[in-house]
C-alpha cells in the first residue's frame, strides 16, 4: 500500500463505532504502519444517533487531521442508514474503493448504487452479535464483527493484529467475547455480485461550510426560545434495533411506561392502555425496565 489508506465508520451511537476504530488504528500499527489516527465524528444525540468516525493509516506520519472526506473504505455499521440515503454513504468514495455492509437483507443490495469499480462486502453483523450475546446496555455492538469483515475485504490488517489489539483494550471475558465476533465476522464475510446498472459516477466528496468572516457589526434578531418537541431532530424511530411491545393481557394500565418515557413517545389510548409511537421510539428500553407487571417485551424488527 503506498499513500494514506482512509476509512469512513458509518453507525449509530452505542453501536461502538468509535471504539471499532480505535481498535483498528492500533491493530494497523502493531502491523507496522507508521501513520495511523483514529477520529471521531458525533453530535449532542448520541445513543441511537447517526454518527461518524474515521481511520488513516500510512507507512508515513500523517500530517493531516481532518474529516476523512475521500475514503478508500467505507463500513456501514447499520443498514438503515443506507435506506436513508445511499449518497451519503458512497460519498467522496473512490472509484476501486471498498464497501462493506452490515445486512442480510436482498433489498438492500439492490437498490445499491456505488462508484464504478468498488468492492462491495457482505457480513450479517446483527446475528453474530445476538449469537454472541454481544450487547452494552440493550444495543448490539455491530461495529467489532465489522473489523472481521473489513480485514476479510482488504486484506490491510491480520486477525492477529486485531485480536492483539481488542485483548489490550478489554477485560479476559469481554475480550474474548468481541474476538470471537471478529473471527465469525471474517470467516462469513462474502463478495457481492452487482448489476452492471448499479455503478455509477463518485459522487463528488462533501466540501466543509465555512463561516464568512464579518467585517463590521451587525444587529441580529433575538434568538427564540427552544422547547422540546417530539420529532425535532427528524424520525428518531429509525435508530433502534429492537422494539418495545406491550402485552395488553399483562398490562394492568399503571402507566409507568408513559410517565418514565424519557422520549414522551407513550400515549393512552381510549381503553386507557399506553401505546407507543414507533415512528419516534428509540428502543432506549426504559419501558421494558420500569414495568412492574413484565408486560412489556422487546423484539428484535427487521428495518
Known amino acids: ?180 465476533a471478529v473471527v465469525k465476522a471474517y470467516e462469513s464475510t462474502r463478495k457481492a455480485h452487482l448489476m452492471p446498472e448499479q455503478y455509477v459516477p463518485p459522487v463528488p466528496p462533501s466540501k466543509p461550510i465555512r463561516i464568512p468572516e464579518i467585517h463590521h457589526w451587525t444587529d441580529l434578531p433575538p434568538v427564540p426560545v427552544s422547547t422540546p418537541s417530539k420529532g425535532s431532530i427528524g424520525n428518531t424511530g429509525d435508530w433502534r434495533t429492537r422494539k418495545p411491545v406491550i402485552d395488553k393481557e399483562k398490562c394492568n394500565k399503571c402507566l409507568f411506561c408513559w410517565m418514565y418515557c424519557p422520549e414522551a413517545t407513550i400515549n393512552i389510548d381510549d381503553s386507557g392502555f399506553p401505546q407507543i409511537d414507533y415512528n419516534y421510539c428509540k428502543g432506549c428500553e426504559v419501558c421494558f425496565n420500569e414495568c412492574p407487571r413484565k408486560a412489556i417485551s422487546m423484539v428484535v424488527e427487521e428495518k
Open 1 to 180: 500500500m503506498s499513500g494514506i489508506f482512509e476509512v469512513r465508520w458509518h453507525g449509530r451511537g452505542g453501536q461502538g463505532v468509535v471504539t471499532a476504530s480505535r481498535i483498528l488504528a492500533v491493530a494497523a500499527f502493531n502491523e507496522g504502519f507508521v501513520g495511523v489516527q483514529s477520529i471521531p465524528w458525533i453530535g449532542a444525540e448520541r445513543r441511537g444517533a447517526q454518527i461518524e468516525a474515521y481511520n488513516r493509516i500510512s507507512r508515513t506520519p500523517i500530517l493531516l487531521h481532518s474529516q476523512v472526506y475521500a475514503p478508500d473504505a467505507v463500513i456501514v455499521v447499520d443498514p438503515s442508514i443506507i435506506s436513508e440515503d445511499n449518497n451519503a454513504v458512497v460519498r467522496g468514495l473512490k472509484s476501486g474503493g471498498f464497501l462493506v455492509i452490515n445486512t442480510a437483507r436482498s433489498n438492500i443490495i439492490s437498490s445499491l448504487r456505488v462508484p464504478e469499480g468498488c468492492s462491495v462486502y457482505l457480513v450479517d453483523a446483527t446475528s453474530i452479535c445476538l449469537e454472541l450475546d454481544l450487547q452494552v446496555a440493550g444495543l448490539e455492538v455491530l461495529a467489532m464483527p465489522m473489523l472481521g469483515a473489513f480485514a476479510k475485504a482488504t486484506s490491510l490488517v491480520s486477525l492477529k493484529s486485531l485480536e492483539e489489539s481488542i485483548t489490550s483494550s478489554f477485560e479476559a471475558e469481554l475480550a474474548k467475547k468481541n474476538v470471537d
